[in-house]
């Protein structure tokens, strides 16, 4: 079993998620008393969101390529982000170890693609939906077509994530705004929707969209344990 090196604490609510079905997930595959080989780095996420915010990208790629060397170091024999938006510099992590990084986007993208899906509905932070990183690596390398929402409801769905989801806040009239959104982009055609933040999935569940939802942190965290046990 390879060991999985994990960059945590954005925010540690979705790490927590991540470890938990990485665990889970090799149990399953292997029985017994079998657990996951890993390592996980987690950051201050005030300080991360604070680098996000004031756009200053490459004073936060530094904190997450230090975090990657470090891991690699520990005898890390991949390198798993946890969380969407931060794969905004993945290229600049990847570049910076002699390890595998396993992209989220991929992951998701090869997800929804076995399932016949080619339009699909991307919800995340305003960085993740209106930003290229994301939805540029879905349509050009999977040939998916990728819908947002307006950008009134983009800010909904960037404000509940930071004012209440990664604070641990599950409200039931943020839900009923993301139900509603989700409904909105589903009658321009969506067949699916990306829940591309790794918290948004502890609000929204499948029981709450008529299309199939792609829960990130699950389907990544899946990925990873699938590599570790090639």
């Known amino acids: 079993m390879k060991t999985i090196g994990l960059i945590g604490g954005m925010s540690w609510e979705s790490s927590i998620e991540y470890y938990r079905i990485i665990n889970e997930t090799a149990k399953e595959k292997l029985g017994g008393l079998h657990s996951a ?3 996980m780095i987690t950051v201050d996420f005030a300080e991360i ?3 996000q915010h004031e756009n200053r990208w490459d004073d936060a790629a530094q904190i997450l390529i230090k975090c990657a060397q470090d891991l690699e170091r520990g005898g890390a024999d991949c390198i798993v982000l946890c969380t969407n938006t931060m794969h905004k510099l993945a290229n600049q992590i990847s570049a910076s170890v002699n390890i595998p990084f396993l992209h989220i986007a991929d992951a998701t993208a090869e997800k929804i693609v076995s399932e016949g899906i080619n339009k699909i509905g991307l919800l995340g932070t305003r960085f993740t939906m209106e930003h290229d990183f994301y939805k540029k690596r879905l349509i050009e390398d999977f040939g998916l077509t990728v819908l947002i ?4 409801d983009r800010n909904i769905v960037h404000r509940v994530i930071y004012e209440e989801l990664v604070q641990g806040k599950i409200i039931d009239a943020s839900r009923e705004e993301y139900k509603r959104i989700m409904e909105s982009l589903i009658t ?3 067949q699916g929707i990306i829940l ?3 918290e948004i999935e502890l609000l929204v569940k ?3 969209s008529r299309v199939p939802l792609f829960p990130t942190t699950k389907i990544h965290a899946i990925a990873a344990i699938e590599y570790a046990l090639k």
């Not at 929402?149 to 009134?152: K, S, V």
């Open 37 to 39: 080989k890993s390592l």
């Open 49 to 51: 969101e604070k680098l």
């Open 149 to 152: 929402p307006n950008e009134t």
């Open 188 to 190: 321009q055609g969506a």
């Open 196 to 198: 591309g933040c790794t």
């Open 206 to 208: 499948q029981q709450d």
